[in-house]
């Protein structure tokens, strides 16, 4: 089986430039998750998806984030404009349903911003 | 809010013996307490799951023990090897509604050949 695709690995902008990251997430699982990991700390939920419906948005920067999974498979999550502070590895996740109780990560885009 | 309190940063040990890391929680008891490995450049891997109402789970060399009174998880590698080198992340699923995972800082164990 497949695990979490993510793309690109490493991005490097500067500040105040946009950048996007996409996710994959496991073949028939219906709920998939954005985590930022900024170094030295665990993951931080940013959005979570069911399908193609936003179930909890609540810790994601809403002026400067978004992120859409308009089919239900893929997603993807915008930073726009970037801040020093966004510098993290931005980690994917999926689950087979909402109170699935295992999460499955992708490898994480390591953002740097300049 | 919830938070999650893994007060070890850093644990080195030697190869063979058993490791513990700990995991405390504030607030609310959680529906169940997770573990998750975290190698450098990775995602994190689930481990282990522990509910409310159990107080002891195991899987091979692992376990996680969970202490309602305490408000505290313990997890155990028996054995432990220089493979077992990671970041150890203990994730807090309140239920009720919420379907957030709430993870700790993690804790980096370097176990020496």
């Known amino acids: 089986e497949a695990g979490v695709a993510q793309s690109p690995r490493y991005k490097i902008i500067e500040k105040r430039q946009s950048v996007a990251f996409w996710c994959n997430p496991i073949s028939g699982h219906a709920t998939l998750y954005w985590y930022q990991q900024i170094l030295g700390q665990g993951p931080k939920l940013l959005i979570q998806?069911?399908?193609?419906?936003?179930?909890?948005d609540s810790q994601l920067p809403k002026d400067r984030f978004s992120a859409e999974r308009l089919k239900g498979v893929d997603s993807t999550l915008k930073i726009q404009p970037a801040k020093l502070e966004d510098s993290a590895v931005y980690l994917c996740?999926?689950?087979?349903?909402?109170?699935?109780?295992?999460?499955?990560f992708g490898p994480g885009t390591r953002l740097l911003v300049l | 809010s919830q938070k999650i309190e893994q007060n070890s940063e850093a644990l080195n040990i030697q190869e063979g013996k058993t490791a513990t890391l700990t995991c405390n929680y504030t607030n609310y008891s959680p529906a169940y307490l997770q573990w998750y490995r975290q190698d450098p450049g990775r995602g994190p891997v689930f481990l282990l799951l522990?509910?409310?109402?159990?107080k002891e789970k195991r899987k091979e060399r692992l376990k996680v023990t969970f202490d309602t009174t305490l408000k505290q998880s313990l997890f155990h590698i028996t054995a432990s090897q220089p493979a077992d080198s990671a970041t150890y992340l203990c994730a807090s699923y309140s239920g009720a509604g919420s379907y957030q995972l709430t993870f700790g800082k993690g804790t980096k164990l370097s176990v020496i050949p």
């Open positions: 996740a999926s689950s087979l349903d909402l109170a699935e109780e295992t999460q499955y």
């Open positions: 998806f069911q399908n193609n419906g936003v179930v909890d």
């Open positions: 522990i509910r409310e109402n159990e």
